[in-house]
């Protein structure tokens, strides 16, 4: 079984529309949306929820007042200042490191595990779907992560897919590299910028710490013709391969209001043509190496 994230150096790029458009064109497989911090894989995709689970991600300090001696021990020791001089817990600014509770002479804090989001299981009208969606200003998003994508792999084990598909989250950071740990393969969507090209080589060079094989799709590739040659020749000095050139076209947007892939919404597009092009790049990349390459749809054949 393989799995394919895919990845971006920043937000808005395009890799949630592409994530969508390959689980229309792809067979055998399932969805995972990891950008649990601001999902929206589900927007496009319209899942129906068969299980709902809490996630309990961590713990707050809550101060038992009657029970305080106001000592001022744990204020002292709060690095994030987030005990008052009243002694009252502020849980925006509490990071949940336990110190104040450890310390506390009185044990007058308790600091018990908390339900930070929800995560789910889903089907979709492109196969099932594992995703999740994270409290407001809750931490333990990496954990988060870790756990529907060992749920995603567990389903995957037992029905019989062949890949998972991963709409990953954007940047560098803890998230991202919970997403990519042990992937088959990520695909990084990049656009013909300056910036993109600075967030292209952060994420390459993320990927490549963690030993995970690199792919490259150029977004919008015809908005700056020298950045994407650019964008290019650093791909090959990184021996990443470039997988496909899609074009700056409004049907994505269209297609978006209308809560659907490019591939429903205009299937015999060039556009789309250009994205099913890409699949089939990746498909049969040596970074993927899917035992069934032939996988998109008669229409593009």
């Given at each position: 079984m393989n799995e394919l994230v895919i990845i971006s150096g920043k937000g808005g790029t395009g890799k949630t529309s592409m994530t969508a458009a390959f689980a229309a064109l792809a067979k055998n497989h399932m969805l995972c949306d990891t950008d649990v911090d601001a999902?929206?894989?589900?927007?496009?995709?319209?899942?129906?929820?068969?299980?709902?689970?809490?996630?309990?991600?961590?713990?707050?300090?809550?101060?038992?007042?009657?029970?305080?001696?106001?000592?001022?021990i744990c204020e002292d020791m709060c690095t994030f200042s987030a005990i008052s001089s009243d002694f009252v817990v502020d849980p925006l600014a509490c990071e949940g490191c336990g110190v104040c509770h450890v310390f506390c002479p009185e044990?007058?804090?308790?600091?018990?595990?908390?339900?930070?989001?929800?995560?789910?299981?889903?089907?979709t009208r492109f196969g099932p779907m594992?995703?999740?969606r994270l409290g407001i200003a809750e931490e333990n998003s990496g954990k988060l992560v870790s756990l529907i994508r060992n749920q995603a792999k567990e389903l995957a084990e037992s029905q019989g897919y062949d890949l998972i598909i991963t709409d990953g989250p954007p940047g560098i950071g803890?998230?991202?590299?919970?997403?990519?740990?042990?992937?088959?393969?990520?695909?990084?969507?990049?656009?013909?910028?300056?910036?993109?090209?600075?967030?292209?080589q952060r994420v390459a060079d993320l990927a490549a710490h963690f030993k995970r094989p690199s792919l490259?799709?150029?977004?919008?590739?015809?908005?700056?013709?020298?950045?994407?040659?650019?964008?290019?020749?650093?791909?090959e000095k990184?021996?990443?391969?470039?997988?496909?050139?899609?074009?700056?076209?409004?049907?994505?947007t269209k297609a978006m209001v209308k809560a659907q892939t490019i591939v429903e919404y205009a299937p015999r597009s060039e556009l789309t043509k250009s994205?099913?092009?890409?699949?089939?790049?990746?498909?049969?990349?040596?970074?993927?190496n899917h035992e069934k390459a032939d996988t998109l749809l008669p229409v593009f054949k």
């Open positions: 999902a929206d894989l589900h927007l496009l995709l319209k899942p129906e929820i068969a299980q709902r689970t809490d996630f309990i991600g961590g713990s707050k300090a809550v101060i038992r007042t009657d029970d305080c001696s106001k000592c001022g044990d007058a804090i308790d600091f018990n595990p908390r339900t930070c989001g929800t995560w789910f299981i889903s089907e594992v995703h999740a803890c998230p991202v590299i919970a997403s990519i740990s042990g992937a088959t393969a990520v695909l990084i969507v990049v656009e013909p910028t300056v910036s993109g090209l600075h967030d292209m490259v799709c150029i977004n919008k590739y015809d908005l700056n013709g020298d950045m994407t040659l650019t964008i290019e020749e650093e791909a990184r021996k990443l391969q470039v997988v496909g050139r899609v074009p700056f076209d409004p049907t994505f994205v099913a092009c890409l699949w089939q790049n990746i498909c049969q990349s040596k970074a993927l």
